[in-house]
């Protein structure tokens, strides 16, 4: 039986309006990017034309931030593909920022400065970019159990590109680009979005996999401006009818008081809206919130009083890669999460792939 949040007509949530876009000279010699121009335009933004290729001006306050996007000609450094394991071969950025104010958004302690949307004009070169790292990777390519999916390149690391796509473009070229690439190569992003209708007849040729960024009830009061989770689950609906593979981020998963019971929900909707969807190819990516001292401070800054817990003295110490230390949640409760969590997945969704828990 599908929920009546399920069932319910569709409301798409109201795509975002940048009140200011700021676009740099050599952006603006792009077609890419004068494009993204006259679409923020059209909804009524201030187009600001800046003189010099160097963002000046920007604003200092959360809010102005947030409702400004600058477009920008992505340096060579920014367009060169990096590794992120567990996810993907490679990563690439089509943009950074995101409108939606998510509590708990990864993106604060990894971008520096306010956090403007920052969409790249110079597509075409950021595309070029990727056929020579085809076969090279140290995800799928090397790893038996997901080689199925060739070498995968993740586009979602630091946006939420269907989020802002109604303005950029990027990603109806970008699936078209791998959709005409003759190769054992896949596309990736993740989304909280759900204006998927544009995606839907692009010629993708089973190269790209949508995942959809899913929580559990209770943790909506957590995600500011993003479309509702009832939306996002429509959208993956559409999404696997229209032939994409498809996936479901669970993230982050949160120590709610009522968490096994919570999450088991969620994978009975996630179940019930892909009801009677043919041959889906479907996986699960399973992320626990985790937090550092760096992205805390600047969470607690732009979301104070958001009330999700970001305490040290409730969390497990672990260095990461880098030498720096983040908060994850005590071995014992991950192992539960773990278990529990997985075991929800099997009995709602036997046909999905779980690529990994962390
Ligand atoms: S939708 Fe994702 S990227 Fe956007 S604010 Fe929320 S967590 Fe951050």
Redesign the pocket.
């Known amino acids: 039986m599908l929920s009546e949040a399920l069932t319910a007509p569709a409301r798409l949530h109201p795509p975002w309006k940048p009140k200011r876009l700021l676009i740099t000279p050599s952006a603006l010699s792009w077609p890419h990017g004068a494009a993204m121009a006259g679409r923020a335009a059209a909804l009524g933004a201030e187009v600001v034309r800046l003189k010099a290729d160097r963002l000046a001006g920007l604003p200092d306050t959360y809010r102005d931030a947030k409702s400004t996007m600058a477009v920008v000609v992505a340096s060579p450094s920014r367009r060169k593909p990096q590794p992120i394991p567990p996810s993907a071969d490679w990563s690439f950025d089509l943009a950074e920022g ?5 509590a ?4 604060a302690g990894s971008l520096a400065g306010p956090p403007i949307i920052r969409a790249y004009a110079n597509l075409p070169e950021i595309l070029d970019a990727l056929p020579p790292l085809l076969g090279q990777g140290q995800v799928t390519s090397r790893n038996a159990a997901r080689a199925a999916e060739g070498t995968t390149f993740e586009a979602s690391c630091y ?2 590109p269907l ?1 802002i796509e109604h303005i950029t473009g990027s990603l109806a070229e970008t699936i078209q680009f791998f959709g005409a690439w003759d190769a054992e190569a896949q596309l990736r992003f993740t989304t ?1 979005y759900d204006a998927i209708e544009p995606l839907l007849d692009l010629p993708s040729n089973g190269r790209t996999r949508i995942r959809f ?1 899913v929580n559990a009830r209770g943790t909506e009061r957590f ?1 500011g401006g ?1 479309p509702r989770v009832p939306n996002r689950l429509r959208a993956m609906r559409e999404a696997a009818m229209a032939g994409y593979r498809i996936g479901l981020t669970i993230a982050p998963i949160l120590n709610l008081p009522d968490w096994p019971s919570a999450y088991d929900a969620l994978l009975a909707d996630c179940a019930a809206a892909l009801r009677d969807t043919p041959e889906i190819d479907l996986t699960v990516e399973l992320i626990t919130h985790r937090f550092t001292e760096g992205s805390r401070e600047v969470l607690q800054g732009w979301h104070p009083g958001s009330g999700l817990e970001m305490d040290p003295a409730q969390r497990s110490r672990k260095l990461t890669k880098f030498g720096s230390a983040k908060y994850v949640f005590p071995k014992a409760l991950m192992a539960e999460l773990r278990a529990r969590l997985e075991e929800s997945v099997a009995r709602h969704l036997p046909q999905a792939r779980v690529l990994y828990f962390t």
């Open positions: 995101c409108p939606a104010h998510c708990y958004c990864y993106l946006t939420d989020g909280k960024s995600e993003a």
